[in-house]
């Protein structure tokens, strides 16, 4: 059968398209994630809080013979050891193995924690506890209030750890209290600014406390309590006593 010129441009452009999706196919590459980077973990030697101190050694395996070695770690939260307080950091695998030590950060939160090679990716989770105070110290601007709210006292719940720093919006509870006729506690005046009775990053809560409620009693003292938890569940409590006039 003799080929016109028409046959032969069908031919030509069909093993052209058998060319190019064999190219396409040649390109792919025919192995995972899991094969570039076999395992991703962590190790501690405690119970990781977001003290800003507290740290973790992150652990990434590759084959041994793996051509390329430099494994990039990144973190979300925290920074990694030696860098300054980088968010990322490169590591050259040894014997198949990269390690990098984390250095988490101070908001309760997962951490997500990822190390790529090669354009593979792994990622993992860490999930950080909140670090409560070991310590809570209590002040006050003023020890005498007005009932007609023209004197207010500026309350400061400061808290700290032994080690390390208490945890960004730890909350800090606060209450007024009276005695009744029977001696019962009684909760009385009210409290301003209330979105900040969190700590901030100095792990401070402050808070505004008015005497113009109405409920008040001149003459007898009101008590500040100030209440947050520690670790292990049990309750830190900080008192201040106020004259009203």
Known sequence: MKLNEKHILMILLLLLVLLVVSCKKADLPDITADEVIEKLYYQSSQELRADGVSQATLIARIPSDATKKTITFKTNSGSFYGTNGATSINIIAFKGEARAMLIVGRIEQDVVISAEIAGYQKTLEINLKRAF?????????????????????????????????????????????????????????????????????????????????????????????????????????????????
């Open 133 to 245: 105070a070991d310590t809570l110290i209590g002040e006050t601007s003023t020890l005498v209030v007005k009932k007609d709210g023209s004197q207010r006292a500026d309350l400061k719940a400061i808290l700290s750890r032994d080690v390390g720093k208490v945890s960004i919006g730890t909350p800090v509870i606060f209450r007024a209290l009276q005695s009744d006729a029977l001696g019962n506690p009684v909760q009385v005046g009210r409290f301003l600014g209330i979105e900040n009775s969190k700590t901030d990053e100095n792990g401070i809560a402050k808070i505004t406390f008015s005497a113009d409620t109405g409920n008040v009693t001149v003459g007898a003292v009101i008590t500040i309590e100030m209440e947050t938890d520690k670790d292990d569940g049990s309750k830190l409590v900080y008192r201040i006593h106020l004259n009203v006039i």
